[in-house]
């Protein structure tokens, strides 16, 4: 009789082992590997013209050099959030960013360092005549999964 059980509950161990491992988020696997599910609607974006002063981000014409989008937090992901944040941030006349910072993030907790690491990383080409560029805006909407940028 005991032998009999034995296969049985090393199957049913097997099998436990290969669903613990097939959870999103669970062991080493990504969990972006794992479809997208929203838990909840892509909250309203904020209107960033609204929020660009006359003389923010004025002067010259940005080109980029170097530039990518964030991965999407794995732990909103997980979570099935999505939202939006906008980044502030100044360029110098060299084309780096600096001063970057997260002016707001709907919502709050999940998109701040994903967006600003993404924006620090940004390279443009060099501005003209010296000049540097102050009070850039850009929004990224984090949302289905994917990212983009407006």
């Known amino acids: 009789m005991i032998f009999r059980a034995i296969p049985l509950l090393l199957a049913f161990a097997v099998s436990a ?3 613990v491992t097939a959870v ?3 062991g080493r696997l990504d969990p972006r590997d794992e479809p997208f599910f929203p838990t909840q609607p892509f909250p309203t974006p904020a209107n960033v013209e609204r929020l660009i002063g006359p003389e923010d981000c004025q002067g010259a014409q940005l080109a980029a050099r170097e530039f990518s989008l964030p991965d999407y937090p794995a732990r909103a992901w ?3 959030i999505q939202g939006w944040a906008i980044v502030r941030f ?5 084309g780096r960013t600096h001063r970057v910072r997260v002016e707001e ?3 709050a907790g999940f998109f701040e360092s994903a967006a600003e690491n993404s924006v620090e990383d940004w390279r443009f080409e060099q501005l003209p005549g010296g000049q540097a ?3 850039c805006a850009v929004l990224f909407e984090f949302r289905n999964g994917n990212v983009r940028v407006r």
């Open 17 to 19: 082992c290969a669903a």
């Open 24 to 26: 999103p988020g669970g």
């Open 78 to 80: 997980v979570r099935g």
């Open 90 to 94: 100044h360029v110098y006349d060299t």
């Open 105 to 107: 993030s709907v919502p």
């Open 133 to 135: 560029l102050s009070n």
